[in-house]
Every structure is written in structure tokens, then in C-alpha cells.
């Protein structure tokens, strides 16, 4: 009965999996492909808008953490509306805190730019 739920194992890489794990891993892969694209897409963007490029040996993740790029952006984006810089001072994100000031400035930033808070 088992075997009729499951279908056949199915080994993968040396490693016995079932049908359904199978088809798990196969989404996962899809979808980290997909997330991959997506970073590329958005890291050639940023480029293109901040006018130097982001350290392409880092993780666009870890390029972000620290608020430097966000704060940037925002300053780049206030600049082409024509209105005054939205994050006054941005600091090197030497510490968690300063990192995390950062991080409040620009969505700060973003509430001033009138977009929406979504809560997750």
C-alpha cells in the first residue's frame, strides 16, 4: 500500500528519495534559479541607477544589509523628483547600530515618498 501512495524510490545523487521528494527538489531548484535571475536583474538595475557598480563578489543580500545601497538609491531617486536628499547622512556601517540607523533612514525615506507599509 505504501509503494501505491508513494510510486517507486527514485535515487538521486547516491541518495534514495521518493517521487514526492523528487518533485520537491525539483521546485526548489526552479525557484532558486528564478530568485537568481531576479538578483541579477535587480543588481543590473542598481548599477544602472547608482551609476557604479555593487560588489560583484558579494551577495546582493549582503551588498544591501548594511543600508549604504538602499540609502543611495532613495538620494537618487529624491534627486530625480527633483526634491531635497530624503537621507541626509548615511554612515559607513562599521557597527550593528549604525547599520540599523541606516535601515530606519530609509524607510523613513520610503514613508516620506508616500509608499506603502506592508507587513508581512
Known amino acids: ?3 501505491e501512495l508513494t510510486g517507486q524510490m527514485a535515487q538521486e545523487g547516491g541518495e534514495w528519495i521518493s517521487p514526492l521528494d523528487a518533485e520537491l527538489r525539483a521546485k526548489q531548484s526552479a525557484k532558486a534559479k528564478n530568485s537568481q535571475g531576479i538578483q541579477n536583474d535587480l543588481r543590473e538595475w ?20 548594511g543600508g549604504v545601497v538602499l540609502c543611495q538609491l532613495l538620494n537618487r531617486i529624491s ?3 527633483g526634491s531635497n536628499k530624503l537621507v541626509k547622512k548615511i554612515h559607513p556601517p562599521t557597527t550593528a547600530f549604525k547599520a540599523m540607523e541606516n535601515l530606519t533612514n530609509f524607510i ?3 514613508k516620506a515618498l508616500g509608499v506603502p507599509a506592508v507587513r508581512g
Open 79 to 81: 534627486d530625480n523628483l
Open 108 to 110: 523613513a525615506g520610503c
Open 46 to 65: 542598481l548599477n544602472a541607477v547608482l551609476e557604479e557598480p555593487l560588489d560583484g563578489e558579494v551577495s546582493l543580500i549582503e551588498a544591501c544589509k
Open 1 to 3: 500500500e505504501f509503494l
